[in-house]
């Protein structure tokens, strides 16, 4: 009997595209619509990153969101989250913020900068029908608190999500399984961890390139990951940072119109309607 894990490879490269959001904030979709079944049960990954205060200062003012969670992941700068729900936390370099709309809350997230980097990552998680119109929920933590392992071959991760070698993330979902890790890869190590070939997974490189199997995946590019495999190996020959991402399908359907994503067309208008009679977030 052979035990060998089989590898998981590169399906896909994908470089997203350059799109403005919010009050006009510049940032990169690199997962989007026309993906969201292929990598159910992750619906948008926008990753944003510039040193130009006009890039960003604007943010993101008051919006509804309903029938999914955020995750917000800071890399460098400073954000400020309110919404209807009565929630506020100050998302920091390195800390990540984590927020359930569920049956519907309208936030905000704006700057609490002038000037300097601002870059990070915003990632929509479906949740299953049955939890769509659950009660809003939100936590943010810092840095400090976002579990961390370091490997004998050079990598680190910052386990947001899931479990990873032994270690437990800052959040679990029994429904998607999500697994949410930050890459920090010395120049020349490697990462492997198993991964259930039932689970759609992307990687996102954000510094330098690695390689998946022989293939390269170049710095702002995502790999959408094949699922022939059970296992992951990433190589970084010259170091690089990486997001990657893994979660196990609902495979339900997605009805989405802009921040509101449920199951039927029916519920979409009337979330809609909702929003407009001021009876989402109150």
Known sequence: MNDTPVLRGVEARVDGVQ??????????????????????????LDAF?????DDYIAGFPDHPHRGFETITYMVAGRMLHRDSAGHE???????????????GVVHSEIPQQESGRM????????????????????????????PRLRTAHGAEAVVLAGS??????????????PLILDLHLDPGSRFELPLPAAHNALLYVYR????????????????VL??????????????????????????EPIAQYGPFVMNTEQEIYQAVNDFRAGRLGG
């Open 19 to 44: 799109t403005r959001d919010g009050a006009g904030v510049r940032l990169t979709r690199v997962l989007g619509a026309s993906l969201q079944r292929r990598l159910d049960p992750f619906l948008m």
């Open 49 to 53: 990153a510039s040193d130009d205060p």
């Open 89 to 103: 936390g100050l998302l920091e370099a390195g800390g990540m913020q984590w927020m359930t709309a569920g049956r």
């Open 119 to 146: 870059e990070g990552f915003q990632l929509w998680l479906n949740l299953p029908a049955a939890a769509k119109m659950s009660q809003p929920w939100y936590r943010d933590f810092s840095a400090a608190e976002l």
């Open 164 to 177: 990873c070698h032994g270690v437990q993330g800052a959040v679990t979902r029994d429904a998607t399984a």
């Open 208 to 223: 330098g390139e690695v390689e998946i199997g022989g293939q390269g995946v170049a710095q702002r590019t995502m790999a």
């Open 226 to 251: 094949d699922n022939r495999g059970d296992a992951l190996r990433i190589d970084a020959p010259q170091g690089a940072r990486a997001l990657l991402v893994a979660g196990q399908p609902l495979g």
